[in-house]
């Protein structure tokens, strides 16, 4: 039998989920109630790696890679074409950096 590649979840729970940032369980609540950290997917209790994987970007300051025409990244581009997922505005918080970007 062929051998298959083991595929990662884009998909986890809150557990997998404080494990993948290495934090514990208690340490990833703290930080998506903050806002350091998304919240779970709508409708769901799984956060989208992806997501982590952004906001992790944005708290450690890696450069955002974008479309030399217009400076859009493929989330900017997404989110144009799908308005209705664009979190609110909030407030600067000083307790840590907002998940999601505010709308240019």
């Given at each position: 039998?062929?051998?298959?590649?083991?595929?990662?979840?884009?998909?986890?729970?809150?557990?997998?989920?404080?494990?993948?940032?290495?934090?514990?369980?208690?340490?990833?609540?703290?930080?998506?109630?903050?806002?350091?950290?998304?919240?779970?997917?709508?409708?769901?209790?799984?956060?989208?790696?992806k997501a982590i994987d952004y906001a992790l970007d944005q708290i450690s300051g890696l450069p955002t890679i974008g479309t030399p025409e217009t400076g859009e990244d493929d989330l900017d581009q997404w989110?144009?074409?799908?308005?209705?997922?664009?979190?609110?505005?909030?407030?600067?918080?000083?307790?840590?950096?907002?998940?999601?970007?505010?709308?240019?």
């Open positions: 039998m062929a051998d298959w590649p083991t595929l990662e979840p884009r998909c986890v729970s809150a557990g997998e989920a404080a494990a993948y940032c290495g934090l514990t369980p208690g340490g990833f609540r703290h930080w998506v109630a903050i806002g350091r950290l998304p919240p779970a997917l709508p409708g769901t209790r799984r956060w989208d790696r989110l144009r074409k799908h308005p209705e997922w664009e979190a609110p505005a909030k407030e600067t918080s000083l307790r840590g950096p907002p998940w999601r970007r505010v709308p240019k």
